[in-house]
């Protein structure tokens, strides 16, 4: 089993920044993708932003120019820098990684996707 642990939501105005982490912890061999979703009032779930292994990063439109992901392998750990918060951005923020099953040195074949539990950001005009 993985953990994804994720931190850094809250209330701010607009114009604010906020950072979240997420902490994968575990039977980890390694992480492909990581990204963070985001789930509003009344709303679909969404990606915000997504990272490859390797540093490609991918983002919605609406965060463009805004919000920055990155990652530490070595501590299998995701970030998501968000700047020039606005009202639109509250949502719950998820975390969510596509973990190779194992341990240190050893891979057992699966490829499991997790989710964190998630973190409140709220954003008032």
């Known amino acids: 089993q993985v953990q994804l642990v994720e931190s850094g939501g809250g209330l701010v105005q607009a114009g604010s920044f906020l950072r979240l982490s997420c902490a994968a912890s575990?039977?980890?061999?390694?992480?492909?993708?990581m990204g963070w979703y985001r789930q509003g009032p009344g709303k679909q779930r969404e990606l915000v932003a997504a990272?490859?292994?390797?540093?490609?990063?991918n983002y919605s439109d609406s965060v463009k120019g805004r919000f920055t992901i990155s990652r530490d392998n070595a501590k299998n750990t995701a970030y998501l820098q968000m700047n020039s918060l606005k009202p639109e951005d509250t949502a719950v923020y998820y975390c969510?990684?596509?973990?190779?099953?194992?341990?240190?040195?050893?891979?057992?074949?699966?490829?499991?996707?997790?989710w964190g539990q998630g973190t409140q950001v709220t954003v008032s005009s």
């Open positions: 969510n990684a596509e973990v190779l099953d194992g341990g240190p040195g050893f891979y057992s074949g699966r490829t499991v996707d997790y």
């Open positions: 575990g039977r980890i061999f390694s992480i492909n993708n």
């Open positions: 990272i490859t292994r390797g540093g490609i990063t």
